[in-house]
């Protein structure tokens, strides 16, 4: 099994900055890829960003490309969320996820997920 646990949420003023850490322990050998996703309160959870372990190749969902960069450190099995200009339709809770498939971007295919960490972005 993964476990996985986040840090690294707040409160921030629009325009701010955050970084969230993922740090990942347990079996992870075999681990394609690891995302991020969010969920606002009564919406669906939706993708975010996620990067492949092995050669670091990334994907961004419109809303945040150029705003956000995903970053991994192999050796430390811990995976970065760099938010900038945040705003405040950020504000959700952002949950960091594994996968052994190769589908970034599908929600069903990630095996394992953390508890999640609040964002709040204040106009």
């Known amino acids: 099994q993964v476990q996985l646990v986040e840090s690294g949420g707040g409160l921030v003023q629009a325009g701010g900055s955050l970084r969230l850490s993922c740090a990942a322990s347990g079996r992870t050998f075999g681990t394609y890829a690891m995302g991020w996703f969010r969920q606002a309160p009564g919406k669906e959870r939706e993708f975010v960003t996620a990067i492949r372990l092995s050669g670091g190749s990334t994907y961004y969902s419109d809303s945040v490309k150029g705003r956000f960069t995903i970053s991994r450190d192999n050796a430390k099995n811990t995976v970065y969320l760099q938010m900038n200009s945040l705003k405040p339709e950020d504000t959700a809770v952002y949950y960091c996820?594994?996968?052994?498939?190769?589908?970034?971007?599908?929600?069903?295919?990630?095996?394992?997920w953390g508890q999640g960490t609040q964002v709040t972005v204040s106009s």
């Open positions: 996820a594994s996968t052994r498939g190769i589908y970034f971007s599908d929600l069903g295919k990630y095996d394992y």
